[in-house]
């Protein structure tokens, strides 16, 4: 039971170049988010969703772009990048929006844009 | 608008040195008050899901409660092993019955032995 995982850890990209992150858990969870965390910001929710086939906008959506085309994995795709979207990505689940809610969070994808 | 302030932003403590740290939050519709451990280059980990005023919690050396206002998260005798950065975390609700977790900016907490 791997729990959160995400592919790669570490990227560094040129401005304007494209990529993905991929989010994976084996808990069977409806719910998957992608937030980012900048020093002195806190964690910011980019994009969520609610179960296999649906994506909703987070806090701070633009220029990124997410999929789940299957219940255990979670895209973050970035089109054109810019130094801006330089930082630290997590992928969380949980399983309900209930009282049981807990949010499980991956181990980040650390992301340079030059 | 909707607020999180942690305090301190660090703290050190010798080992055994007792303490608490504060989160103070302003937020419309609370689902829940989270707090997370965080080590240098990893992800956020579960400690603590608080959801009524008075409600407290605990796990080994931490203990966490909660006001309408405020929570804290008191550490009694810590072990340097304790030293990580301790998010506050509170939940709020999305579309689809999603919980967005809005974080305050974390207290670093170094224990030295």
């Known amino acids: 039971n791997a729990g959160v995982t995400q592919t790669p850890k570490f990227r560094v990209l040129k401005t304007g170049q494209s990529m993905t992150l991929l989010c994976a858990q084996d808990?069977?969870?409806?719910?998957m988010y992608w937030y980012r965390q900048d020093p002195g910001m806190g964690l910011r929710l980019i994009h969520y969703?609610?179960?296999?086939?649906?994506?909703a906008k987070g806090e701070v959506p633009d220029g990124y772009n997410v999929s789940r085309l299957k219940k255990q994995n979670f895209l973050l795709g970035l089109e054109s990048a810019a130094p801006s979207q330089t930082s630290v990505y997590f992928c969380?689940?949980?399983?309900?929006?209930?009282?049981?809610?807990?949010?499980?969070f991956g181990p980040g994808t650390r992301l340079t844009v030059l | 608008e909707d607020q999180v302030t942690q305090s301190p932003e660090a703290l050190r403590l010798q080992e055994g040195e007792s303490s608490s740290l504060n989160c103070s939050y302003t937020?419309?519709?609370?689902?829940?008050l989270f707090w997370y451990r965080q080590d240098p280059g990893k992800g956020p980990e579960f400690l603590f899901t608080?959801?009524?005023a008075g409600e407290e919690k605990e796990k080994e050396r931490l203990k966490a409660t909660l006001t309408k206002k405020e929570s804290f998260l008191h550490i009694t005798a810590p072990k340097p092993e304790d030293s990580a950065t301790y998010l506050c975390?509170?939940?709020?609700?999305?579309?689809?019955?999603?919980?967005?977790?809005?974080f305050g900016t974390g207290t670093r907490l170094t224990v030295i032995p």
């Open positions: 969380a689940s949980s399983y309900s929006w209930d009282s049981t809610d807990t949010q499980y």
């Open positions: 808990m069977n969870h409806e719910y």
């Open positions: 969703s609610v179960g296999e086939g649906t994506t």
């Open positions: 937020v419309s519709g609370l689902r829940g």
């Open positions: 608080l959801y009524s």
């Open positions: 975390g509170v939940g709020r609700q999305l579309g689809g019955g999603a919980n967005n977790l809005f």
